[in-house]
Every structure is written in structure tokens, then in C-alpha cells.
């Protein structure tokens, strides 16, 4: 599985908390309905189905400068973009601190026997 990696989703764009980490929802935002499993969750579940964990890995947004992981769709789908430089600024963790936080939880997991 790969997914956002929870850790962010307590967080709005300028880092001020908008939730506590354990609010798991449901969220509802007309006819969208969204769950903000913890990483406990997504694990405890994998293991109650009695699948393996083989690998467990957070990663880091990579530099995409047509598609900037700090922009917010929301923004994106406004036509919002970025320069080159403004882009490279949101990748350096000095300038943005949640790019020291990693952005996707990946996990590798296979049905036991």
C-alpha cells in the first residue's frame, strides 16, 4: 500500500494543527466521505488479516516541478503555480519545514501462511 503519510494530515499548509493526530473521521465534505487512518490503524489491520509485513518505508516527496507536492490540489485546480525557484525553496526544509517530514508511508505486505 502507499498512501499519504498520516503524519501530515493533522497539519493545514502553514503548519498550524487543524486536528488531532488520533481524529480518524469520517470527514464529509458534500458527497465525499474520507477516513485519516494513523499509521497503528493501517498496520493493526494488516496484521488482523494475517498479512506479512515485509517492508515498511517513509518517504520523501521527489522535486516535481510540473506537479509540486506542496501546492494543494485545491490550489492546483485554482490554476495556482510556481517558479522554479519558489519550487526548489518548498523541497528545502529550511524554507518549509514539513519537507523534513516524510509525505508517503509505503508497505509491503504478502497473506501468511
Not at 481524529?23 to 474520507?34: I, L, Q, Y
Not at 493501517?42 to 515498511?56: D, Y
Not at 506542496?70 to 519545514?97: C, F
Amino acid at each position: 500500500m502507499y498512501d499519504i503519510h498520516p503524519f501530515l494530515r493533522p497539519f493545514d499548509i502553514q503548519l498550524n494543527i487543524e486536528k488531532p493526530y488520533d481524529a480518524t473521521g469520517p470527514f464529509e465534505n458534500g458527497a465525499d466521505v474520507r477516513f485519516h487512518w494513523r499509521i497503528a490503524d493501517i498496520m493493526n489491520a494488516m496484521i488482523g488479516s494475517c498479512l506479512r509485513i515485509e517492508q515498511v518505508e517513509e518517504l520523501f516527496a521527489e522535486k516535481d516541478y510540473d506537479n509540486p507536492f506542496w501546492i494543494p490540489m485545491s490550489e492546483k485546480l485554482k490554476g495556482v503555480t510556481a517558479t522554479r525557484e519558489e519550487i526548489d525553496k518548498m523541497y528545502d526544509w529550511q524554507h518549509n519545514p514539513k519537507a523534513a517530514l516524510p509525505n508517503w508511508l509505503n508497505i509491503v505486505a504478502r497473506k501468511g501462511l
